[in-house]
């Protein structure tokens, strides 16, 4: 059967995503005009989402090694050394687009997707976490998206059998049109057992595991590099449909089959499918492959070379493997029920050759459809600076209390109790810390050892002032795992940014890189992998530059693990750390007085580390009772979260400086410690002794807050403010299939 | 005590389980696939564990409890064996007929994870012996169809018999109002079988064996299972 192929037009062209210059290197590179497939393939390959060809040039500035570092960027996950052979496998990616078209089905892929990158490296997942960005909580879109991408990471999560321990929901309008759903995966494995993309040998079997191939997600790479615009609700149909059952088979089945020894390289099928795994199999390991499609499992009667090429169906992989291994491994997937098929093999002419019942659609050089990607060096302005903002300079429009309890309760600080209560985050019975806390930490099976796990990014700081907030959120996920007692280990970055093109977001997402590799460089704190989602515009607006943060932390041993909750009664509450009042970007600036303007608030790494590796001492010491950092709304919202966990109130010594700028300052590398009174003096001492300001600023106990000489704050009204917020929201009118706005 | 645990596709705490009979009880559970027609010889005790069996797709354990191996746990309940079915255990027990009832979507329509109350309704069955009669004990739970149904008849007989094993409960083991959390008739967590055998509940005792990890009030019921045979 032959199918008439379209014919190459340059509207076809740039119906492929590709620039006419883009075009020509197409040209150039294989001297002849590619065939539909061709097409279909350079597509897949070099495109924003597969390539990074905006933004690699900027990535090669980022730290990626340490002494720790076993693998950085470019294998499917980073891995970590934790010591006595065990190694941390983790990495952070983005379903955005797909998940404003179809949030259920888009939240769950993003969570399938990353955590076959973590089994794909012979790592068993531990833990997931996600960072949720949403438009305004009154968007007439909002809560029906809220509602799909929190079920649907539970979905998956929960099925699949990963605890879902940590993350953020942030809301605000810039997000109205395009979400953010940025999925983490950390998973453990041993060091002497990592399983990598590169094959090697020539003539052996390249092995198609999973589940069957049919018609969804054909270009949802290629979508995720493109703008939004009315249409995008018509672009459903490219987003694929998850099967968190087929993933944990695939999981189980893909360890035993590593566990036998029969695996050479493997590579999951993400973005791109069959086309991005089979050549980076192949051009990592200077090999070529053949494909041979008719022996591809399909869901579908009749799928084109080109469909097969480009499906993003979920749950399959690729492999190598070693040819006398191959009954062996097709009995273990048999026995799991899933597809094992031998759909080619490697070769040594460094071509990436497609076959379909025997007639060649593809033929391509390997090595060059991965390196000859396009690459810019995208013009880009910085951000203009905004003017400092002077507490002494801003009337407060209300009362310490009620300032309080606005933020609270607000959307932006509110308990996300009703997100996480959705994911299952107690199996595998290794969760100390659950969500709620700075961290969630986590035990090595068996313990004591244990790891501590984040997410973090302020992208009010980021649109400010790209440099700062780029510090910034990595300075808060080091702050968040020294929090709780953990040393900082290495991050995972997810890069959202909107069209890379305008120079001004270009400038953002310059500012922010510099900034992630300026902090990860003075925290020792190498980035090991990421990915990057551009174009994330809706009508020419663009989200606030949101370059999210994953971090990873080791403990020695999580008995010793530090948490928020207040103790006991009586204990003395100590701030680590200098504050000035900076009210500028603050949540209080914010939400309280209703301004969004002004410099966020410089990280100063010196003082970071200083101030945080003091924490951690006092940690180990067994001197801290409580720890708390201080972020989002500053020390009386610390305060009173620590006061909620713990059931405690407290007593706070009346402010230096005016009451706004003392209680909701957002002033980083700052802690909130709580010790017993004997403790006091010596703690203060040994601070001082390591250059650290600490000092007194108030005692727990009681049932309420009194900030000073102003108006106490009962725990329960904070109680039912934190916690109410969410649950309210949710369960305001249906706005379910609101049309896009 | 010679315990097994049932592993099907798309089990998920079949490790949990094993791990807090390993701690709580000093047992070492065999795993045994869904696609064997036997138990091992000497058989005491056979775990359903939690998960999502076959993606619980048509309709929660629907499938799995047409698994080869469910006609020798069937045998195995019919001669005194014990059988503990938790969360997608229970709900495969109940498609298997090995207990009466069925699980249905929680009232609010939602998956929840949390800390939960139970009351321990009797303490003279193998699962329940560790434990006080009306004792409160603090599990978690993990579901989204965890609301328990029966018709009108059955329920007067479980009632009657005095099968109901665990009902949801608050701190202070009140029961009913917002402390059963998905619906369940009769605030029901948990079912005996008429000969006290097979115990199906949805709450995971499993992860509340270790202090370290939310509390220890689970292990009781590993311990007294090991006991027990």
Same mark, same amino acid.
């Given at each position: ?741 | ?11 998920? $705490?079949?490790?949990?389980? /094993?791990?807090? *009979? +390993? ?5 070492? !559970? ?5 696609? %064997? ?72 329509? $939602?998956?929840?994870?949390? /800390?939960?109350? *139970? +009351? ?5 069955? !193998? ?5 006080? %009669? ?77 202090? /370290? ?17």
């Amino acid at each position: 059967m032959t199918q008439t192929e379209p014919a190459i037009t340059p509207d076809l062209v740039a119906a492929h995503g590709l620039k006419p210059d883009e075009y020509e290197r197409v040209l150039a590179l294989i001297g002849r005009e590619p065939s539909y497939t061709e097409l279909g393939i350079f597509s897949a390959m070099w495109n924003e989402h597969c390539s990074y060809k905006s933004s690699k040039r900027w990535l090669k500035t980022l730290p990626v090694t340490g002494p720790l570092v076993i693998q950085g960027p470019g294998e499917n996950a980073g891995v970590v050394d934790i010591g006595d052979g065990d190694v941390v496998v983790f990495k952070m990616e983005s379903h955005n687009h797909p998940s404003f078209i179809e949030p259920y089905q888009g939240a769950a892929t993003g969570v399938g997707g990353i955590l076959r990158d973590v089994f794909t490296m012979g790592a068993r997942p531990v833990a997931a976490l996600n960072a949720l960005r949403f438009g305004d909580p009154e968007h007439p879109r909002t809560r029906h998206l809220v509602s799909g991408v929190v079920a649907g990471v539970g979905g998956y999560g929960n099925s699949f059998g990963v605890p879902t321990v940590g993350g953020l929901v942030g809301f605000h309008t810039r997000y109205d049109g395009n979400i953010l759903v940025n999925a983490m995966a950390v998973g453990l494995a041993k060091a002497d057992a990592i399983f990598y993309a590169k094959a090697s040998g020539v003539g052996l079997p390249v092995v198609y595991l999973g589940s069957k191939t049919g018609r969804d997600g054909i270009h949802g790479a290629t979508m995720a590099s493109a703008e939004f615009d009315e249409g995008s609700e018509e672009k459903r149909p490219t987003v694929q449909v998850g099967d968190p059952f087929a993933e944990k088979l695939l999981l189980e089945a893909c360890l035993e089959l590593m566990a036998s020894g029969a695996v050479v390289a493997i590579q999951d099928m993400g973005a791109a499918g069959l086309t991005c795994s089979a050549v980076e199999m192949g051009a990592k390991g200077d090999l070529g492959i053949r494909l041979d499609l008719e022996n591809v499992p399909t869901r579908e009667e009749g799928m084109t070379a080109y469909e097969m090429m480009l499906s993003e169906s979920q749950e399959r992989m690729l492999m190598v493997l070693h040819p006398e291994k191959e009954e062996v491994a097709r009995a273990i997937f048999v026995k799991w029920g899933l597809d094992f098929a031998v759909v080619g093999h490697t070769t040594d002419d460094l071509r990436f050759k497609v076959y379909l019942n025997g007639e060649l659609k593809a033929d391509l050089p390997i090595k060059e459809l991965g390196d000859e990607a396009p690459e810019y060096d995208r013009p880009w302005v910085e951000t203009p600076k905004s003017q400092r903002v002077e507490a002494a300079n801003v009337d407060a429009p209300c009362d310490t209390r009620e300032a309080l309890l606005t933020l609270i309760g607000s959307a932006e600080l509110s308990s996300r109790r009703w997100v996480w209560e959705q994911y299952d985050h107690i199996i595998l019975g290794d969760t100390v810390q659950k969500p709620g806390g700075d961290s969630a930490v986590i035990r090595v099976e068996g313990g004591p050892k244990g790891l501590a796990l984040t997410a973090d990014v302020t992208p009010r700081y980021c649109e400010a002032d790209p440099f700062e907030g780029g510090k910034q959120a990595v300075a808060e996920a080091w702050r968040n795992l020294t929090a709780v007692g953990a040393t900082p280990l290495a991050v995972t970055d997810n890069l959202n940014f909107g069209n890379p093109e305008k120079p001004e977001i270009m400038g953002q997402l310059v500012g922010c890189i510099r900034g992630i590799g300026e902090a990860c460089r003075a925290l020792d704190f190498p980035v090991v992998s990421g990915n990057v989602s551009l174009y994330n515009e809706t009508q020419g607006r663009g989200i606030l530059p949101t370059p999210t943060i994953g971090a990873v932390g080791v403990l020695a041993d999580v008995a010793r693990s530090a948490t928020v909750a207040f103790k006991r009664e009586d204990e003395a509450i100590l701030l680590i750390g200098d504050g000035k009042g900076w009210l500028g970007r603050s949540c209080w600036l914010w939400l309280v007085a209703g301004r969004e303007e002004g410099a966020p608030p410089p990280v100063d790494l010196a003082a970071e580390r200083r101030n945080g590796d003091f924490v951690r001492s006092m940690i180990a010491a067994g001197v801290a009772t409580a720890v708390h950092d201080l972020s989002d709304g500053g020390l009386l919202v610390a305060v009173a979260e620590m006061a909620l966990a713990g059931r405690i109130g407290a007593r706070l010594d009346a402010p230096h400086g005016a009451p706004h700028g003392y209680f909701f300052g957002e002033d980083q590398a700052r802690y909130l410690v709580t010790v017993a009174e004997p403790s006091v003096g010596m703690v203060i001492d040994a601070a001082s002794a390591a250059g650290v300001t600490a000092a007194r600023i108030g005692t727990t106990g009681g049932d309420r807050l009194i900030p000073g000489d102003e108006a106490p704050i009962l725990l329960e009204e904070l109680r039912e403010s934190h916690e109410g917020w969410f649950p309210r929201f949710m369960a305001g009118p249906a706005v379910d299939a609101a049309p896009a706005s | 005590m010679n315990a097994v645990v049932i592993l099907f596709p798309g089990s998920n $705490r079949e490790r949990d389980v /094993a791990n807090a *009979l +390993r701690r709580a009880g000093g047992v070492a !559970p065999k795993i045994v696939w869904h696609g %064997e027609t036997e138990l091992p010889a000497g058989t005491d005790l056979v775990v359903l564990p939690g998960g999502f069996s076959y993606g619980d797709y048509l309709r929660c354990g629907a499938i799995a409890a047409r698994s080869p191996i469910m006609d020798a746990v069937r045998a195995h309940a019919a001669r005194g064996g014990l059988v503990l079915g938790i969360c997608n255990g229970f709900q495969i027990a109940v498609e298997a007929g090995l207990l009466p009832g069925i699980l249905t979507r929680n009232a609010n329509l $939602r998956f929840l994870c949390h /800390a939960q109350h *139970l +009351r321990v309704e009797r303490n003279d069955t !193998p699962f329940t012996r560790r434990y006080a %009669e009306g004792q409160t004990i603090e599990v978690c739970i993990a579901h989204g169809e965890g609301n328990y149904f029966a018709d009108e008849e059955t329920l007067k007989r479980l009632e009657g018999e005095g099968r109901v094993a665990f009902r949801y409960c608050d701190a202070n083991g009140e029961v009913g109002g917002a402390a059963n959390v998905n619906g369940s008739i009769n605030d029901i967590a948990g079912v005996y079988s008429e000969t006290f055998n097979v115990l199906g509940m949805m709450p995971h005792p499993e992860n509340l064996v270790d202090a /370290a990890v939310g509390g220890i009030d689970g292990a009781a019921l590993f311990a007294g299972l090991a006991e027990a045979a």
